[in-house]
């Protein structure tokens, strides 16, 4: 993972905190979760296209991730 630095306003700053605090994740995963919203899908690679569509608030490891999105490990 790639580190940077952004600014917010104090208002901006609470609020992105406390839904961060709502949604049982990290501060850093909302801003990423955020981000994605305006990012644009690469269609090259076949399940961007689902990018930010489903969250099932369970963790895959890669091969069970792979499995259920490719069909086979």
């Given at each position: 993972?790639?580190?940077?630095?952004?600014?917010?306003?104090?208002?901006?700053?609470?609020?992105a905190?406390?839904l961060?605090?709502?949604?049982?994740?990290s501060?850093?995963e909302?801003?990423?979760?955020?981000?994605?919203?305006?990012?644009?899908?690469?269609?090259?690679?076949?399940?961007?296209?689902?990018?930010?569509?489903v969250?099932?608030?369970?963790?895959?490891k890669?091969?069970?991730?792979?499995?259920?999105?490719?069909?086979?490990k």
């Amino acid at each position: 993972m790639i580190r940077t630095q952004v600014s917010f306003n104090k208002e901006e700053y609470q609020l992105a905190k406390k839904l961060a605090k709502e949604n049982g994740i990290s501060l850093a995963e909302y801003f990423r979760r955020a981000l994605l919203n305006f990012l644009p899908v690469n269609n090259d690679v076949p399940w961007m296209k689902y990018q930010g569509l489903v969250e099932s608030g369970k963790s895959y490891k890669k091969e069970e991730f792979d499995e259920m999105v490719y069909g086979s490990k």
